[in-house]
């Protein structure tokens, strides 16, 4: 079965196992297979299984609900200079995904991961369901671990806005930022600079720059929040999680317990 006939399946399946499928089911599975494989990382709307993660997919690319260990997978490589993706093919020896709606919650018991990846995927919610889920990776974050953290990036509202103020053609036609652009013929600034809160069909719910996505996570009870640099993090595995070439249009901040 081709990759397109298994995604339509999947698409198909996803609303029917999401109403007929108890979490609870969901979660005894995935408590599993995490002790099975000494998984103590989550990363939150990845496209790609990642060496010693959960990865939860909000897209349905598997079967809903029902965790999977991974042997191998797919690491996305942007080259810059030609301007495409180059794609390897990586080993695992611990890896899981799972298709997942997180407004039911984080399948998984308190205090389970070490660290949480959530990159380019906060912004695709609503800020009070943003709120929600930074409140369930509170809950799953290890609270007997002093360095436990909450890493987060999305498109960096500071930077947009800048670049509109300046009208900076420098900014908004740079191939990592214009190649993101999601709606044909945005000529004005006001449009460059909205179309990111929007972002047609991958519909963006929230415009974030770092100091909101801190604010937001304290009140989700996250105690203290930095601004880091891309790949700046105890977490492993950041180069295959964070696109280097999202740096251009991103920000990066953890927040700990």
């Known amino acids: 079965m081709s990759f397109l006939t298994k995604q339509n399946a999947y ?20 408590d599993k297979k995490l002790k099975e494989n000494n998984i103590k990382y989550l990363d939150i709307g990845g496209a790609v299984p990642v060496e010693g993660y959960l990865v939860i997919h909000l897209s349905p690319v598997e079967v809903y609900g029902i ?17 495409k993706y180059k794609q390897e093919i990586i ?53 007997a671990n002093s360095t436990a953290v909450l890493r987060i990036s999305c498109p960096d509202l500071a930077k947009y806005a800048t670049a509109y103020v300046n009208q900076d053609d420098s900014y908004f036609n740079h191939p990592l930022v214009a190649g993101f652009v999601n709606y044909e013929g945005l000529r ?7 179309h990111k809160a ?42 295959v999680i964070e696109p280097a070439f999202r740096e251009k249009e991103s920000f990066y901040v953890e927040v700990y317990l």
């Open 11 to 30: 698409r198909f399946l996803t609303p029917v196992l999401g109403r007929v499928l108890p979490a609870s089911a969901t979660r005894t599975l995935v």
């Open 67 to 83: 965790p999977r260990k991974r042997s191998r997978g797919l690491a996305h490589h942007y080259d810059e200079r030609g301007i």
């Open 91 to 143: 080993d695992f020896t611990a890896a899981v995904t799972l298709n997942y709606n997180l407004m039911e919650g984080i399948p998984v018991a308190d205090n389970t991961f070490d660290g949480i990846n959530m990159s380019h995927c906060l912004e695709h919610f609503t800020r009070s369901d943003g709120l929600a889920i930074l409140k369930e990776c509170r809950r799953v974050l290890n609270n």
């Open 188 to 194: 004005s600034y006001g449009d460059l600079f909205i």
């Open 198 to 239: 929007y972002d047609a069909h991958n519909g963006h719910k929230w415009f974030y720059d770092a100091e909101s996505a801190i604010q937001l996570a304290l009140d989700a009870g996250f105690k203290k929040g930095l601004i880091k640099k891309l790949h700046e993090t105890s977490l492993p595995y950041p180069e």
